[in-house]
């Protein structure tokens, strides 16, 4: 299979951002994440839009000619320590503008400083709120990365278990689905993006003093009956390849009508290099599964 130009060159710039989760102090990767959000160039036409939402710091993706009544909830990865960055923006721009909906980015309170269920709370309080603007839930898609991956199912379970009507569909890339010392891990194995130092720092600290066998820390333990249709992507070169694996498999025995997409050599996260063709056929896959789940006309 030919490798394109653009992997080469990110494959080539992996081991610095591996060197960098190592040693940049988090409180400087955050100051500069927030000086590249400030910054980042969108596609022509896309508005970004500055929102609370029930004292929750979000930020609308608004694309030429949306539909207003339906809406992509969109939950970022970065390790549960990171906030929002110039490449989820990107990518929410390329979503909005391909399915001509728009997105609601949430920029939860990350860790150390606000341990589960921070983020987890942030989440289910932005749902609701567009629930009080006026979407409802079978015109709502909720997704998320990563971490953000994990807050996405975790928001499914905590709305169920509220008795709040869920979305009419999820999307979850590269999910951080369990916490749990027990979790389904490749022995061994070395993720050319995620070194082992940082993720076991980004899982303490979310977890705090919190049960990482809690359903909403470690969704794959959850009752998962009844939640929507699930699209899951992951790449074959990831740590996290066995937890969307076996997420997968446990909702499938559930009755969760679940697609599971594994991207050869991709790594995780890689939608967020839109110059990677592999980004936009998983990007417009998700689209297409978007438009495939929201109410029409």
Same mark, same amino acid.
């Given at each position: 299979?030919?490798?394109?130009?653009?992997?080469? %060159?990110?494959?080539?710039?992996?081991?610095? @951002? =591996?060197?960098?989760? #190592?040693?940049?102090?988090? /409180?400087?990767?955050?100051?500069?994440?927030?000086?590249?959000?400030? %910054?980042?160039?969108?596609?022509?036409?896309? @508005? =970004?839009?500055?929102? #609370?939402?029930?004292?929750? /710091?979000?930020?609308?993706?608004?694309?030429?000619?949306?539909?207003?009544?339906?809406?992509l909830l969109y939950i970022h990865g970065g390790g549960f320590v990171f906030g929002q960055t110039p490449l989820h923006l990107q990518m929410g721009s390329y979503l909005a503008k391909k399915k001509g909906f728009r997105i609601l980015m949430v920029d939860y309170r990350t860790a150390p400083d606000h341990p589960f269920p921070a983020a987890l709370d942030d989440c289910v309080t932005a749902y609701l709120w567009l629930t009080k603007q006026g979407f409802s839930a079978q015109n709502m898609v909720i997704a998320g990365d990563s971490a953000g991956g994990n807050l996405t199912l975790s928001t499914l379970l905590k709305l169920r278990k509220d008795g709040h009507p869920l979305p009419s569909a999820a999307i979850c890339l590269s999910p951080v689905t369990d916490l749990t010392p027990e979790a389904h891990r490749r022995e061994g194995f070395q993720d050319i993006l995620l070194p082992p130092k940082a993720i076991k720092f980004y899982a303490q600290a979310y977890l705090g003093n919190n049960d990482p066998h809690n359903p909403l820390i470690s969704p794959v333990l959850g009752d998962l009956r009844g939640l929507p249709p699930m699209l899951i992507f992951t790449g074959d070169e990831e740590i996290l390849r066995e937890d969307a694996i076996h997420f997968a498999q446990l909702a499938e025995t559930a009755g969760v009508d679940v697609r599971l997409e594994i991207y050869p050599r991709m790594w995780h996260v890689w939608q967020l290099f839109l110059s990677l063709p592999e980004a936009t056929q998983s990007l417009d896959d998700m689209a297409e599964f978007c438009k495939d789940h929201l109410t029409a006309d």
């Open positions: 299979m030919t490798i394109s130009s653009a992997e080469r %060159r990110i494959r080539a710039g992996m081991p610095f @951002v =591996r060197f960098m989760q #190592n040693i940049l102090p988090l /409180s400087l990767s955050n100051r500069l994440n927030r000086i590249g959000v400030s %910054r980042v160039q969108l596609d022509s036409g896309v @508005v =970004r839009e500055a929102v #609370n939402a029930d004292c929750v /710091s979000c930020e609308w993706i608004i694309p030429p000619n949306n539909r207003s009544d339906q809406v």
